[in-house]
Nanobody, 126 residues
Framework: QVQLVESGGGLVQAGGSLRLSCAASIRTFSNYAMGWFRQPPGKEREFVAAISWSGGSTYYADSVKGRFIISRDNAKNTVYLQMNSLKPDDTAVYYC???????????????????WGQGTQVTVSS
């Protein structure tokens, strides 16, 4: 069964950094593009970043561009989200997700991702 498990969330002060990890049980992990989404309290889940199956292409939401870095290690079946210069508005539950589309055109719609993790809480204090 496919399972994605996020870790690395926690409480951090504004301006600080945090690295999230997502371990995937997907047998053919390298055939999936991976994405990170987040859901602030009382708001809709929104796209954060995505990385192609090969790791050769990345795409970021404007709100995190220049601050967050998505990466993956296919040998470890793991995708990462390095979060720098964190702001209180970054507070949310962060989810990783898997997209079977293997092209280098990264997708941002929630409906494009068929597998989701349980989420990990990130809280940024002011």
């Amino acid at each position: 069964q496919v399972q994605l498990v996020e870790s690395g969330g926690g409480l951090v002060q504004a301006g600080g950094s945090l690295r999230l990890s997502c371990a995937a049980s997907i047998r053919t992990f390298s055939n999936y593009a991976m994405g990170w989404f987040r859901q602030p309290p009382g708001k809709e889940r929104e796209f954060v970043a995505a990385i192609s199956w090969s790791g050769g292409s990345t795409y970021y939401a404007d709100s995190v561009k220049g601050r967050f870095i998505i990466s993956r290690d296919n040998a470890k079946n793991t995708v990462y989200l390095q979060m720098n210069s964190l702001k209180p508005d970054d507070t949310a539950v962060y989810y990783c997700a898997a997209d079977r589309f293997t092209g280098d055109a990264l997708r941002t719609r929630r409906s494009s991702y068929e597998y989701w993790g349980q989420g990990t809480q990130v809280t940024v204090s002011s």
